[in-house]
């Protein structure tokens, strides 16, 4: 070691001491200093003509583009690996819903395969009731006809003529009370259709109203059902309400005379008797 190397390790180990606070003379720290700085250029000096190995490593030819391309790749890869990985879950989500749609297709088909059963039992079994009811109406028009064949007592006041069966009143009304008697035995005044019938109702003897009336439109004349009258058995001047009383609106029946001719035309608020009419199987 030379010598300025030395004095330079004696004054470290010194100043240490100093700093650590030993008592020792530390007057000359400045001084000392300058030395070191001295002598390390002299040492520098010194040692010029000594190689110095440089430890530095070096880079090698293509070192610096090699990392680059490293970190690229490595950033390649990452992207990829989160691609495929978006890619499984796109795929699973997509699964997922397949098999949620399938399933609630699958149970809709069912329902609709249910409804349709249920509308099908219900369309069978109303037309089942249809034809039930309709048999039910047979049995009771039957059972209404037998009934009233077998309890003659129940029509002792309808008198049967034909299809027809009648019933005669033993008080006079008006012609609109009359009617309205009839309609509520469901029946109507009479309608006289031909010369067999018109015979036939002239056998009780008496004054009745019959259902015959121009009151829709004068000299017009109409039975109840709205049908025209197109063979009458009028009295010789008759109708003459056109003429002489155009309040004569309603018809009646005089069963004293001639049959063939004993129609009248006459106020509606007249009293009289009256026939009503209705089917035998009603």
Known sequence: ??????????????????????????????????????????????????????TTPKSRPGESNYGSEGSMGRRSR??????????????????????????VTVSLEERLLVYRTSNNNLTAQRDELQVQNKNLDKEKADLKRRYNMLNPTCLEAWKKFGSSLYYISDRTESWDE?????????????????RAEQQFICTFRMFFWIGLTDRETKGTWKWVDGTLM????????????????????????NGNNNPEKNWNDLRCSKRRHWICEKLADQ
């Open 230 to 253: 197109t063979a009458g058995f009028w009295s010789p001047g008759e109708p003459n309400g056109a003429t002489i009383d155009s309040t004569e609106d309603c018809a009646e029946v």
């Open 78 to 103: 990452d992207a990829a690996a989160f691609l495929g990985l978006l890619c499984l879950l796109l795929l699973a989500g997509t699964m997922v819903l397949f098999v949620y749609y399938n399933g």
């Open 178 to 194: 009359s009617r309205q008697n009839c309609l509520k035995r469901g029946a109507d005044l009479v309608i006289i259709n031909n």
């Open 1 to 54: 070691m030379t010598e300025e190397k030395m004095m330079m390790s004696e004054f470290i180990i010194d100043n240490t001491k100093c700093f650590k606070g030993e008592e020792r003379d530390c007057g000359d720290f400045d001084e000392w200093t300058t030395v070191i700085f001295v002598s390390a250029e002299t040492m520098k000096g010194h040692d010029s003509g000594t190689k110095t190995e440089d």
